[in-house]
Nanobody
């Protein structure tokens, strides 16, 4: 079974940066695309960014475009999410997900999920 593990969350001041990473055994075999979602208390899980393992399909939510960068680390088979210019509204639990639909932006389109990592941005 695919097991995803997120790391890199923490507390940061507004304007700061964090780098999240998603790792898991068998991802390149069982998935075609990877994504990051986030969920704040009382809100629905929302799309952040997605990337295909080939790197030829990338998409971002408008709210993070220009500030966040999703990529593929081929040497480590991990999916980093570089988050710059963080805002208090970025505060949420961030989840890594794996699926088979290129460019998918809805949670139900992803079958594999990590446990989540907390990102808190103070004002």
């Amino acid at each position: 079974q695919v097991q995803l593990v997120e790391s890199g969350g923490g507390l940061v001041q507004a304007g700061g940066s964090l780098r999240l990473s998603c790792a898991g055994a068998g991802l390149t075999v069982d998935t075609y695309v990877m994504a990051w979602f986030r969920q704040a208390p009382g809100k629905e899980r929302e799309f952040v960014a997605t990337i295909s393992w080939s790197g030829d399909s990338i998409a971002y939510a408008d709210s993070v475009k220009g500030r966040f960068t999703i990529s593929i680390d081929n040497a480590k088979n991990t999916v980093p999410l570089q988050m710059n210019s963080l805002k208090p509204e970025d505060t949420a639990v961030y989840y890594c997900a794996g699926g088979v639909i290129r460019g998918a932006t809805m949670p139900h389109q992803y079958a594999y999920w990590g446990q989540g990592t907390q990102v808190t941005v103070s004002s």
